[in-house]
């Protein structure tokens, strides 16, 4: 069965606007990809700051701790030197 002219030229319409429509379809799921991806490096760069924050939080509480035992343990020799000495200087008198 031959096609008339006006057949042709319908078919060749459709196929333009499903070609059309295909293009519109693959641009937009590119961009929602990009966009996706954008926003999961954003996600990842937050949770580095985050990770990075604590690290710095702990040593900070590490640091204080150690300080912390260090001065505890200078005013404990300081309490048992002067202990021993104002023993020592009452047991001379």
């Known amino acids: 069965m031959a096609q008339s002219k006006a057949d042709r030229k319908a078919a060749a319409k459709k196929a333009a ?3 059309k429509r295909n293009a519109e379809k ?3 799921q590119a961009a929602g990809k990009k966009a996706a991806s954008t926003r999961q ?3 990842a760069k937050a949770s580095a ?3 990075t924050s604590a690290a710095k939080a702990a040593a900070a ?3 204080s701790a150690a300080l912390s035992a260090t001065r505890a343990a200078q005013q404990a020799g300081k309490s048992v030197a002067s ?3 104002g ?3 009452r047991g001379k008198r």
Do not use: I, P, Q
Request: glycine letters at 20%; charged letters at 35%; aromatic letters at 0%.
């Open 17 to 19: 606007a499903t070609r």
């Open 87 to 89: 023993a020592g200087k």
């Open 83 to 85: 202990r021993l000495g």
């Open 49 to 51: 700051k985050d990770a």
């Open 41 to 43: 490096a954003g996600e």
């Open 61 to 63: 509480g590490v640091t």
């Open 26 to 28: 693959s641009k937009a």
